[in-house]
Each structure stands twice: as structure tokens, then as C-alpha cells.
């Protein structure tokens, strides 16, 4: 199980099925103080709108309510990069988790306020990714 990082999130890889690892990745996210608000199957809608064939690939739209709250009070547009996204997608057999980096998404919003709320969903967001990295 690799974890590897993109320029606007960080991702591990598990060896189990799609519908295991939003299972794990929802328990993980709870673990930490987040919940999942909304859950996007992209591969259904992308199926009844386009006829089109895709992978398992779900979009979890998932929020800690405290962060939340105060990035809002900071900063009310903050809200357009809320909730923090997390993807769970089919890869052959195995299953891919990446996450949105709150860090990366501040540089979108040069509000100082902000920053050590990103930092603290940052520290959050790794620690859902260790769980899911160690079992």
C-alpha cells in the first residue's frame, strides 16, 4: 500500500475492493472527526447521462463541523471549498483513496486567518490516510 501526494492532494493505494475501501475510508474519516455529507457515484451518474462506461469511482464529500465552522467565520467564500473531497476509485483489483489538501486549497485564499485551520484539516486528513495506510 503506497502513498504518494499530487500538487492538490495526497493519495494511498489499498489492496482491497472498491466497496471496502469507502467502508474503511468513511470509518477512518469518522475517526478523525469528519463526516461524510454527500457521496457521488460517478460511474452511475456517468452511466444514466452519457450511456457512458466508467470505473468504480465514488466522490465523498466529507466535513468536520468545528473546522468548518471556523474557517466560515474567517472567511464566508471559504464555503466554495467546502466540503474537503475525497475519492475512492477502482484500480484492477486494488482501490485508490485520495484526498484534497487543505494546505494546497489555501493557496487559493490568501487569508491568513485560514492557515492554521488548513493546517489542522491537514494534520486530520493524514491521519484518516495513516489509518488506512496501516489497517
Not at 5 to 33: C, F, N, P, W
Not at 111 to 117: E, Y
Amino acid at each position: 500500500m503506497g502513498q504518494r501526494a499530487t500538487r492538490y492532494g495526497m493519495s494511498v493505494r489499498l489492496t482491497v475492493t472498491h466497496e471496502q475501501a469507502i467502508a474503511r475510508v468513511t470509518a477512518a474519516l469518522k475517526d478523525e472527526g469528519f463526516g461524510v455529507l454527500t457521496e457521488i457515484d460517478v460511474k452511475k451518474t456517468l452511466r444514466q447521462k452519457l450511456s457512458a462506461e466508467f470505473r468504480d469511482y465514488v466522490i465523498l464529500g466529507a466535513c468536520n463541523p468545528p473546522l468548518a465552522y471556523r474557517a466560515l467565520q474567517a472567511d464566508l467564500d471559504v464555503g466554495l471549498l467546502l466540503p474537503c473531497n475525497v475519492v475512492v476509485y477502482a484500480d484492477g483489483s486494488e482501490s485508490v483513496v485520495a484526498i484534497i489538501d487543505p494546505v494546497a486549497m489555501r493557496g487559493a485564499n490568501k487569508n491568513a486567518a485560514l492557515r492554521p485551520i488548513a493546517d489542522e484539516a491537514r494534520v486530520r486528513l493524514d491521519g484518516v490516510l495513516e489509518r488506512l495506510r496501516t489497517g
